[in-house]
């Protein structure tokens, strides 16, 4: 009777995208990617600089809404209808590269407000839950601070754990260590690999490619609005297929 | 006190000296400069004396802020203190009416709906492309008379309890007078309501997008994005601004007195002309509306120091 959530696996990705096309007016930007993430997969996403990777990532949660295709999040449709999309968003967590922490409250209000607000929860609840998450992240102690007086990448961590807080199924990250300077770095990518190592959904643009060939499931390659390629590290990083990914690899590696 | 105490005693006080002395930044063209600004003083009071001929009378100032009540013998506010009273009471509800206004108008001015945006950008248009007279009269005459009146104002709070009718005119001034004040302060908090309305779209349109993305991801909706996230930042940025004109509204409440609304400069406008006083009158109202207005700037200092103290 252990079968159950593996068939679910196979049934049911966390992640559906089918033929998701978007356009910035006459910009072509997503020229019909298809995606499927099974749950407790992660996928990192690379891909040179206006591939699209960040309008992929985005259009997961409805940040970004797509012109065509159909994307599905734990069996939530996104439509044009509003309730899809706060489904869909209840069910995702996401990270950005600038943090975009609220700086007019302090890192447990950041963690609180959501909770009390779209997850019903009283302070208190919303309090100790805020509390447990910045135990795991590794930053309680700056609880009563505001964002401001934290490092780069403290703030990044208590953005990830203002996600968690909501307890999303899936978590999106959009380039979260771009922004860090490079002493930072390992702080954020250890509490990712933890919520990895925790069975989290995720996806999770960047080019840490040594978190990638460590955390990843798979690595998908997109350049130019489509998905090049879509392989396991190994194959990925020894033997790309494409001649765009071989040169973003040899680029990216160099330094 | 052992010597050794007195002298890091005089140490201490000479170097406090000293951090004031840079602070202050004083030196000779200071010196020169209020010399020259207090020569410029004395030369003018000096002509104003000379070539005025003036008879100064302060006495009449007490006279016209207290009374006595004939009846009670009691002691009252005359004429100019219940002008006073009248032009608080503007500045008070005006500066709430007037936020309220701003907040949804400013709200209106950066909605995603065209037929917000519109109301809110006409209004802001005719407000500022008016003078302050014409629109005064205009909303006087054409619209608080037509939608005071039949509320039946009047009628309602003749049917008051006496203590009800208390309250009113505290809050409100005179009975007698509450429809003239009303419209009033729906002129002054409709013009300065105008004016906050572009500060607080200015203030909305500051906060960057990201942030409504991050609320977004985390389920908030449209509403509570506003009222927790933008609001708070928008406001905190454009609070001196805004100090700015509630100001300037304080002191555009004079118009009021136009259509008679009997606040400080209409009462003082009276006294002028009954009593030939002209200046003390002048100098004295002018130095209450400093009052209120600099009590303004310090309120608005204090929330931005608040402000910035958390997070900012
Ligand atoms: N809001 C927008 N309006 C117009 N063009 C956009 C917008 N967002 C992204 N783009 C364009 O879409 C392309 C893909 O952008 P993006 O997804 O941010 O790329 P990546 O994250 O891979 O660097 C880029 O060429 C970018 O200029
Ligand atoms: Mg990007």
Redesign the interface.
């Known amino acids: 009777m252990n079968r159950p959530e593996n068939d679910m696996l196979q049934s049911s990705p966390a992640i559906e995208m089918i033929d998701v096309h978007k356009w910035f007016g006459n910009f072509h930007a997503l020229k019909g990617v298809t995606l499927s993430v099974g749950a407790g997969e992660r996928v990192v996403i690379c891909g040179p600089s206006g591939s699209g990777k960040s309008t992929l990532i985005r259009s997961i ?3 970004e809404p797509h012109d065509a295709g159909r994307i599905t999040v734990n069996g939530f449709t996104l439509t044009e209808n509003q309730r899809d999309l ?1 489904a869909v ?2 069910e ?3 990270v ?1 590269q ?1 943090f ?7 890192v447990l209000e950041n963690c609180v ?2 909770q009390t ?2 997850r019903g929860r009283t302070r208190e609840e919303a309090e100790s839950i805020a509390m447990e998450y910045l135990h795991r992240v590794r930053i309680p102690e700056q609880a009563g601070k ?3 007086r934290l490092s780069g990448g403290q703030q990044q961590r208590v953005a990830i754990a ?2 968690l807080c ?1 307890q999303p199924k899936v978590m999106l990250f959009d380039e979260p260590t771009s922004a860090l300077d490079p002493e930072m770095i390992s702080e954020v990518l250890d509490v990712m690999t933890d919520l990895a190592s925790s069975g989290m959904t995720m996806v999770c643009v960047t080019h840490e490619m040594g978190f990638a060939r460590r955390v990843a499931d798979r690595i998908v390659f997109m350049d130019e609005g489509i998905i090049v390629e879509d392989d396991v590290p190994s194959r990925f990083f020894e033997s790309p297929t494409s001649a765009r990914a071989r040169q973003f690899l040899s680029q990216i590696l160099a330094h | 006190m052992t010597s050794s105490e007195q002298a890091t005693g005089t140490l201490r006080a000479t170097t406090r000296l000293q951090e004031l002395r840079r602070r202050v930044h004083f030196d000779w063209l200071d010196l020169a400069v209020i010399m020259m600004i207090g020569w410029a003083i004395w030369w003018f009071v000096d002509r104003i004396d000379g070539t005025l001929k003036y008879r100064w009378d302060w006495s009449i100032i007490p006279r016209f802020l207290v009374k006595t009540d004939l009846k009670t013998g009691a002691t009252v506010p005359n004429v100019l203190l219940e002008g006073l009273f009248t032009t608080l009471r503007l500045a008070v509800w005006g500066l709430l009416l007037a936020m309220l206004i701003g907040l949804v108008m400013g709200m209106a001015r950066t909605s995603k709906r065209l037929f917000l945006r519109l109301i809110a950008g006409t209004y802001v248009m005719l407000v500022r492309n008016i003078p302050p007279l014409v629109f005064v009269f205009i909303v006087v005459f054409f619209v608080a008379s037509q939608l005071l009146t039949p509320l039946g104002i009047n009628n309602a709070i003749a049917r008051m309890s006496p203590e009800a009718k208390a309250w009113m005119s505290i809050l409100f001034g005179p009975p007698r007078l509450i429809e003239n004040f009303l419209s009033g302060l729906l002129c002054l908090s409709l013009f300065a309501g105008a004016y906050v309305t572009e500060i607080v779209r200015a203030g909305i349109e500051s906060v960057p997008r ?2 409504l ?9 449209r509403w ?1 994005i506003m009222r ?2 933008v609001m ?2 928008a406001l ?1 940025k454009v609070l001196p601004p805004l100090a700015g004109q509630f100001i300037q509204m304080v002191k555009d409440s004079s118009l009021v007195s136009l259509v008679s609304v009997q606040e400080l400069s209409f009462m003082a406008m009276d006294i002028q002309v009954s009593t030939q006083k002209v200046f003390e009158v002048l100098i004295f109202t002018g130095g209450l509306y400093f009052v209120i207005c600099y009590g303004l700037s310090l309120l608005f200092g204090y929330l931005e120091r608040r402000a910035l103290a ?3």
């Open positions: 949660n409805g940040l706060f968003r209840r995702v967590g996401m950005f600038q975009n922490l609220f700086p007019h409250l302090t407000l959501a607000r779209s505001y964002p401001a203002r996600s909501m | 990201s942030q993305e991050a609320g977004e991801s985390l389920v908030l909706t509570e927790f996230i708070p930042q905190r958390g997070g900012g």
